[in-house]
């Protein structure tokens, strides 16, 4: 992936366009999918600044939007997933996760880390939409999930 140098447009040469970009992690389901809702999916919320989200905007994709539909956080946030499964039912790829140096990560990426995202923009019948290809983390905040057993009410 790109160094942390903003909003960049990389093409492999031939039909996949990739967009890069940078912004806090929220929520992120990336070595493993979320397995709450059905499909299942890998995914992550970014917060970013004003100028990426116009860019991806631009681009036809949505900012994250509460149901009355006003932004759902203070700074603009975009949703990019994976599904589990393809089509055929097989099992789809988890997104690369990396660490600055580029080795490969096997953490719980939490809310807060800064990352810088690798997506795949395309269209359906439903709308513009951007796969997660792969997560590059910057600064990591690793989810730890809370001890249970020594709560007090």
Do not use: C
């Amino acid at each position: 992936m790109p160094p942390k140098t903003g909003h960049l447009i990389q093409t492999d040469g031939g039909n996949n366009m990739y967009e890069y970009v940078n912004g806090k992690a929220m929520w992120a389901n990336i070595t493993s999918p979320n397995t709450r809702f059905q499909p299942h999916k890998y995914g992550l919320t970014v917060l970013t600044d004003p100028d990426t989200a116009s860019k991806l905007e631009g681009m036809g994709l949505n900012q994250v939007r509460d149901r009355a539909g006003q932004p759902k956080y203070d700074e603009p946030a975009f949703t990019f997933s994976k599904r589990a499964t393809r089509n055929d039912g097989t099992a789809n790829p988890a997104p690369k996760l990396v660490d600055t140096d580029g080795n490969d990560l096997d953490v719980s990426v939490g809310n807060g880390s800064e990352v810088v995202v690798k997506i795949k923009p395309y269209k359906n019948d439903y709308g513009q939409f951007a796969e997660l290809m792969a997560v590059k983390v910057e600064n990591l905040i690793e989810y730890v999930e809370g001890d249970t057993d020594n709560e007090e009410f």
